[in-house]
């Protein structure tokens, strides 16, 4: 039976990993709907608001179950903030064609990445964020040197080996097609980068926080305590997103705090 079940897991694992959720494609206020063309041929739908204060623009990846509505409450202090929102959806999802893998996720975000870089907006000034699934897709985003920050909000150090652990057969580890090794591409993304995790969370348990620490000398890891995997959708997953941004440097533009206060300034004289 162990055999059956685990041929059986195996060839049905990507319908497993990536539960498409249905619906869509997702229209949300504030926010335009564009389109960006991946090196495979596919065209996607995402979300875009820009920048109002002359803040960095983030792009966030969701996770594997969610969608951009998701993503749009999981961004909303960003946005209320003032920085630029691009919503990564990605092949297969809310009526995007394709079907998703480590790979084609990939894709995707080159694809929007790459759109925005079309749009007048460079890495120095693009701000990475993954949650959960989508923390995968962030590192190697990162890797690839496509961001000046990298936020992982839930994120897994391996997920081949959260797979193995999850069902305590570590060969398991071997037959998971899509591995997202991102502790191993840590080690060589040299951007400062924020690690957000409940100490509760149990699809991504909290020691995944400190694997990938381990891996990067410019890591800081805050723990939410008592919180569990729905984190990145907490206005605390938001408020230290933003205490944390607000002492980051970027090239063309001053942070969200500087502007704010020189508003404020202003507004006294």
Do not use: C
Request: net charge neutral.
């Amino acid at each position: 039976m162990a055999v059956i079940a685990i041929t059986v897991l195996f060839i049905f694992q990507r319908r497993l990993i990536f539960p498409v959720p249905a619906g869509g494609p997702f229209a949300v206020d504030g926010f335009k709907s564009v389109d960006f063309e991946t090196s495979d041929g596919l065209t996607l739908h995402a979300l875009y608001r820009p920048t109002t204060a002359s803040a960095p623009t983030v792009v966030f990846f969701h996770g594997n179950g969610d969608n951009l509505v998701g993503s749009a409450k999981a961004t909303a202090a960003l946005g209320q903030a003032g920085y630029g929102l691009l919503l990564v959806e990605y092949r297969g999802y809310a009526g995007n064609p394709g079907r998703p893998s480590e790979q084609g996720v990939y894709a995707d975000g080159r694809a929007a990445l790459g759109w925005l870089n079309t749009h007048g907006i460079e890495q120095r000034d693009i701000v990475l964020i993954g949650n959960s699934l989508g923390s995968g897709t962030a590192v190697q985003m990162a890797l690839e040197h496509r961001g000046a920050l990298l936020i992982l909000i839930s994120g897994f150090a391996n997920f081949a080996d959260l797979v193995a652990e999850k069902f305590g057969v570590p060969a398991l580890r071997l037959l998971v097609l899509d591995k997202f090794d991102s502790a191993a591409k840590l080690a060589h993304v040299e951007i400062p980068v924020l690690l957000l995790h409940g100490t509760s969370d149990r699809v991504v348990p909290v020691d995944n926080a400190a694997r990938l620490a381990a891996a990067s000398r410019y890591a800081t890891v805050e723990l939410i305590s008592g919180v569990g995997h729905e984190l990145a959708y907490l206005p605390i997953a938001g408020r230290s997103t933003l205490a944390w941004l607000a002492n980051k440097k970027f090239a063309s533009h001053r942070s969200v705090a500087s502007t704010d206060h020189a508003a404020q300034a202003n507004s006294g004289k």
